[in-house]
Structures are given as C-alpha cells and as structure tokens.
C-alpha cells in the first residue's frame, strides 16, 4: 500500500518545486539511514524524509485509528542562488489559512503555509516559511523535527521526523548533484 502513495507524492513534489524537473523520472540515488536522496536524470536531486511517527489530536485527545502513515518532509537546493526549499506532504487533507509548525529539537519554530490553487482544495502540502541556509546546522546538528498543522477536519496532525542521516545525506546532495 505505501508503495502505491509514493509515485503521487514524488510527482506533485516535482510538479510544485523544481520547474526544470518537471516529467522526469527520479529514483534513488542514495540512503543514509532515514533520508534518502533522489535524482532524475540530468541529475537534479532532492532530499526526502518519512514521518517516524505521526498522531492526530482532537481536543487534545489522541484520536486512534486514523490511518495516517505516508507523511513526507523534502529538502531541495538551488546551488546557483544557495537557496533551499524545504515542504511538507501530508497522508490527511490539511486546513487552509491555519498556520502550522516545524520545530527542530525545541531550539528554532518555523511557520507552515498549507499550498492550495484555489479555496476548495482538499490540500495536502505545505511549505515551510522563511527556511535560510543558517537553518540547515540546526538541521545537520539536530535529532527530531516536529511538524504541527490542523486538518480538514479540525484535529490537530503532528508528525515527527527523525534526523538521522541527514547530515551524510545532505554533504552527498551538495557534492554530487547540480
């Protein structure tokens, strides 16, 4: 069943992120523990990771049995600029204009923004604000990131990341991908 969800993340990922990349295919090029890094053919890459655990709160109560278990985060660099993106792909429908957060290891909070064409969407993206290079060592020095939005349906989603590997995965990005 994951490996059904996994093609349609990929491509709207694609779709969203790297203009260039758009209709190629992408396979993995390597894996350091809980990241992995794509590249497509003319050699763009981009990093993803799998939520270690994900939850839904409604009125602080844990619900059960939500079947939530392909959340996504990715890292993309455009090496021309130093800039990164950094997004969010969601197993369960996320609100519109309701602010969310990333944390890494309690030291730094970064708001969400739900990604949406038009008001009635049923989004599942989101792209996390004002993401800079000096946010990456919180991230090469860092063991958990956290993320927080509201659903469609008003639960609170939270899903944790683990970080391991992200160090190796990211120095391989940087030396071997355009």
């Known amino acids: 069943m994951k490996i059904k969800f996994f093609p349609i993340i990929l491509s709207l990922f694609i779709y969203f992120f790297a203009q260039n990349a758009v209709g190629q295919d992408f396979f993995v090029k390597k894996k350091y523990r809980d990241w992995t890094v794509y590249s497509s053919s003319s050699n763009e890459c981009f990093l993803a990771s799998k939520a270690k655990r994900t939850a839904s709160y409604f009125n602080s109560r844990e619900v059960l049995g939500k079947n939530r278990q392909n959340s996504f985060i990715y890292l993309s660099v455009n090496k021309n600029n130093k800039d990164y993106t950094m997004s969010y792909f969601s197993d369960f429908p996320l609100k519109i204009n309701i602010s969310g957060s990333m944390n890494i290891d309690n030291r730094k909070v970064?708001?969400?923004?739900?990604?949406?064409?038009?008001?009635?969407?049923?989004?599942?993206?989101?792209?996390?604000?004002?993401?800079?290079?000096?946010?990456?060592?919180?991230?090469?020095?860092?063991?958990?990131?956290?993320?927080?939005?509201?659903?469609?349906d008003g639960s609170m989603l939270v899903d944790q990341f683990s970080l391991m590997g992200f160090t190796k995965s990211f120095n391989y990005l940087l030396s071997s991908c355009n």
């Open 110 to 152: 970064f708001g969400l923004t739900a990604l949406s064409s038009n008001e009635n969407s049923r989004t599942k993206h989101a792209l996390i604000n004002r993401f800079m290079k000096e946010d990456i060592t919180l991230l090469l020095g860092g063991n958990k990131l956290t993320i927080e939005l509201q659903g469609i």
